[in-house]
T-cell receptor, first 115, second 112 residues
Framework: DTAVSQTPKYLVTQMGNDKSIKCEQN?????MYWYKQDSKKFLKIMFS???????INETVPNRFSPKSPDKAHLNLHINSLELGDSAVYFC??????????????FGPGTRLTVT | AQSVSQHNHHVILSEAASLELGCNYS??????LFWYVQYPGQHLQLLLK??????LVKGIKGFEAEFIKSKFSFNLRKPSVQWSDTAEYFC??????????FGTGTRLQVFP
């Protein structure tokens, strides 16, 4: 059983388009995250949600809008895609807000390529 | 601001060699420390973590890490690597906030 799943796995699109990435976790966790991993493998947090409430919003352009319809899902919508958005996006979840206490479980990643 | 440094960007070893990957962080207070591994084409998985107690932490697959508070370090070690250890290794730190700060990763290549 997949604990944290993401769709799609690969996404190739043109500049200016709008796209969404979906994430679902079946672990019963309260907290979910979105991370961006750039071409140099640097992993940086973008957002975190706890029970559908936005907790962390790093300095991410307004074109990125997370949405959590329920605590098992955290989707990422990106408007007006730019070349610099090309990266691997990882969803993760943990039992609780306290990032330092609980292990984070990562999804398989979505490789976004903007042409 | 908190930061995590992994000075070894790329490490190449032969099987059975010993491994030590460096991790240093910048935060003077209480920290929780993690090592994650990302095998080729896969997602990140937890190798080991340190919260308190014995500074020598043992993780999965024969890995261990030692927390040295005076050096702000949490180096990862394995006495004898295998080809299957080829992966990207990430150190991460949490210091009383709601987020993990990841290092830039170390790419390990093990040749048979």
């Amino acid at each position: 059983d997949t604990a944290v799943s993401q769709t799609p796995k690969y996404l190739v699109t043109q500049m200016g388009n709008d796209k969404s990435i979906k994430c679902e976790q079946n672990l019963g966790h309260d907290t979910m995250y979105w991370y961006k991993q750039d071409s140099k493998k640097f992993l940086k947090i973008m957002f975190s949600y706890n029970n559908k409430e936005l907790i962390i919003n790093e300095t991410v352009p307004n074109r990125f809008s997370p949405k959590s319809p329920d605590k098992a899902h955290l989707n990422l919508h990106i408007n007006s895609l730019e070349l610099g958005d090309s990266a691997v996006y990882f969803c993760a979840s943990s039992p609780d807000l306290k990032a330092g206490v609980y292990e984070q479980y990562f999804g398989p990643g979505t490789r976004l390529t903007v042409t | 601001a908190q930061s995590v440094s992994q000075h070894n960007h790329h490490v190449i070893l032969s099987e059975a060699a010993s491994l030590e990957l460096g991790c240093n962080y910048s935060y003077g207070g209480t920290v929780n420390l993690f090592w994650y591994v990302q095998y080729p084409g896969q997602h990140l998985q937890l190798l080991l973590k340190y919260f308190s107690g014995d500074p020598l932490v043992k993780g999965i697959k024969g890995f261990e890490a030692e927390f040295i508070k005076s050096k702000f370090s949490f180096n990862l070690r394995k006495p004898s690597v295998q080809w299957s250890d080829t992966a990207e290794y990430f150190c991460a730190v949490n210091a009383n906030t709601d987020k993990l700060i990841f290092g830039t990763g170390t790419r390990l290549q093990v040749f048979p």
